[in-house]
């Protein structure tokens, strides 16, 4: 990956798109094998039809060392045996923080350090922040797309085999006033 030089990056969030623009990455119902507690409600799902749950569109900044790459993403609204879609969720191996900023629609971000859960309730204008250490994973809490801006370290790495091997300390499900938490393992 290359430097880039100073530059604005524009959100058209109409479009859904940012330009200049970076890679971008759908995940469907497919990709998202071992996460939701239900395995037969996901295997359905992936047989009708694998809806898109959730898209990632970054800008060029690149992924090394002392940049400070960007990303929007859109889950969209949906459940599956009453789990609120979500996203994969990971730990950053090198331990590093990271920030999310509301953009549209009602989300929530779960954070799970390896003993405490925590919740941050996301919305428009709400920055969430992940401490070193945290894994993280955001859920749409509501009827519309949520999206939100992340600005994470270009060194920080993805791991996704934390959070199969972990869990998240807590589901988060579409209950009748709202979200509603059931341990991860049981359910
Ligand atoms: C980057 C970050 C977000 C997520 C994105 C998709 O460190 O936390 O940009 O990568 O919301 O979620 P995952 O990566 O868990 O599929
Ligand atoms: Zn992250």
């Known amino acids: 990956a290359l430097p880039v030089p100073p530059m604005s990056i524009r959100f058209d969030q109409s479009a859904g798109t940012l330009s200049p623009e970076g890679p971008t990455l759908t995940r469907r119902m497919s990709d998202l094998e071992g996460l939701f507690r239900d395995h037969a409600a996901w295997q359905k799902a992936v047989a009708d039809g694998d809806p898109v749950v959730y898209s990632v569109i970054s800008s060029p900044v690149p992924e090394i060392d ?9 889950i969209q609204p949906g459940t599956t045996a009453g789990e609120l879609w979500m996203t994969k969720g990971h730990q950053h191996p090198n331990h590093q923080g990271e920030i999310y900023l509301g953009i549209s629609g009602r989300g929530g971000l779960l954070m799970f350090d390896g003993t405490e859960t925590r919740w941050v309730e996301m919305t428009p204008g709400t920055i969430g922040y992940m401490p070193p250490g945290w894994a993280h994973r955001s859920v749409n809490i509501g009827d519309e797309p949520y999206s939100f801006l992340a600005v994470y370290p270009g060194g920080a790495g993805h791991d996704y085999g934390w959070v199969l091997e972990h869990g998240m300390g807590l589901r988060a499900l579409s209950g009748t006033d709202g979200v509603e938490f059931v341990d991860y393992v049981e359910g």
């Open 66 to 74: 002392r940049e400070l790459p960007q990303s929007i993403t859109t």
